[in-house]
Structure formats: C-alpha cells, structure tokens
C-alpha cells in the first residue's frame, strides 16, 4: 500500500534546476538569493527617499493605496504565470517587470515600516546560503533568519507586540523557506530573476495553497479513518 505525503508534490516544469546537477541548484540558490536582496534593500532604500509626514503612514491618504495596489500587482503576475507558465515570454515579463514591483515595495514600506523585517531576514537568509556553500539546509536557513528577525523587535518601528511579532515572524519564515525551495521545482538555470520575482508575488499564493492542501487530503482520504486508539 502507497501511503501519499501529507502536502501535494510541487507543481513542476520540463528540465526545472531540482532535475539538473547539484552544483547547478547551488548555483541558482546563490543568484535567487541575491536578486531577491538587492531588490528589497532597494525597495528599502527607495520608502527612505518618499515624502515623510508628522502623521502616521498608513493614514496618509496616497499610502492607503500602497497595500491595494501591491496586491493588485502581485495578482496580475500571478494571472501571468497561470496563464504563460514555463514559456518564455512569462520569464520575460517577470525579468523586465521586477524593477516595478521592487519601486511598490519600497512605498509599502514606507506605508507599514514593521515591513522592514522583510528587507533584514532576506539578508540573513542569503549571509546563511552563501556561508554555507554546497552545505546550506533550508531548515537551518529558517531558524537562523527567525531567531534574527524575532530578537529585533525592539528596534522594530510600529512592530506588533511581541508575542505576535513572533508568530508573524515564524509563519513569513517557514513560508519563504518553503517558497525558496519549491523554485528548484518551478523555475530553470537560467531563470533566477524570474525566480526572485516569485518570491514577491507567491506570498499571495498561502491561502489558495492551503485549499490545494485541503484537497490533496479530501482526494487521498488522508487523516481520515484513523483507527481508533
């Protein structure tokens, strides 16, 4: 009897980097890791240089649009990769696009500043990956990043309390480490850029994630008729 895994195999494409030779996975680790953090410690850097007010941010009323408009956007990328996945005009699109979404970023952190957690964890992920060379563990990863992420909250500005501030942190942590490991899966050698840009869009992806786990339970009958104890 075939017992199926409790999460659904991640969606694949033809000659993705995880079915290619180790070396060149590390490669491509390296290169996504490193895109992705120059993109926010530009967004970082591009919320410093937008007009500041006595007022809190987020009730400022051009940055009420900063969360609407970056989820509009990430939408729209995500509408793309349903619709072009694996072909190269989506690669394209999701390259040449990433200055965009990186200058949305930057107003969204200059909206919620809390936010800046995201451009700092990037950062130790990445120190993580390239220190570790062709030994880096994406659970190891993750554990570092949070215990950096979570022991800043006092610096934090507008952070939440910090039992939440935990909780956030934990949850964005393993996600992305989640999210940064299916790319071997989803993306090619050549695509790192695209693959960075994923990292953005596919925290919009958690909840429709969460139905496709719910249906791979209901289809393979998992946690169901459990003998009694």
């Known amino acids: ?22 070396a060149e996975r590390v490669t491509f680790n390296r290169r996504v890791a490193l895109t992705f953090t120059g993109c926010v410690g530009a967004a970082a850097l ?7 007010s006595d007022r809190p941010a987020h009730e400022m009323a051009t940055n009420a649009l900063a969360g609407p408009c970056f989820v509009a956007w990430c ?26 979404t990186g200058t949305l ?26 220190l570790s060379g062709r030994d880096f563990s994406h659970p190891f990863g993750a554990v570092v990043t949070a215990l950096a992420v979570g022991a800043m909250h006092p610096i934090i500005p507008h952070a939440p ?21 299916c ?20 925290y919009l992806n958690i909840l429709g994630y969460v139905v496709r786990v719910i249906r791979h339970w209901r289809r393979h009958r998992l946690w169901q008729d459990l003998p009694p104890r």
Do not use: K
């Open 1 to 22: 009897m075939i017992i199926p895994d409790y999460i659904p195999e991640p969606l694949e494409v033809p000659g993705n980097v995880h079915d290619g030779p180790y």
């Open 46 to 52: 591009v919320s410093q240089w937008l007009p500041q």
């Open 75 to 100: 939408g729209l990328l995500a509408l793309l990769r349903i619709e072009y996945r694996g072909t190269q005009p989506e690669t394209r699109a999701m390259s040449l696009s990433l200055p965009i």
């Open 105 to 130: 970023f930057g107003w969204l952190l200059a909206t919620y500043p809390a936010l800046m957690a995201i451009p700092v964890g990037s950062a130790v992920f990445c120190a993580v990956l390239l």
């Open 161 to 181: 309390e910090p039992g939440r501030w935990w909780a956030l942190v934990i949850l964005g942590v393993t996600y992305f480490t989640f999210d940064f490991w």
């Open 183 to 202: 790319l071997a899966y989803r993306r090619r050698a050549d695509e790192p850029i695209a693959a960075a840009h994923d990292l953005f869009r596919d």
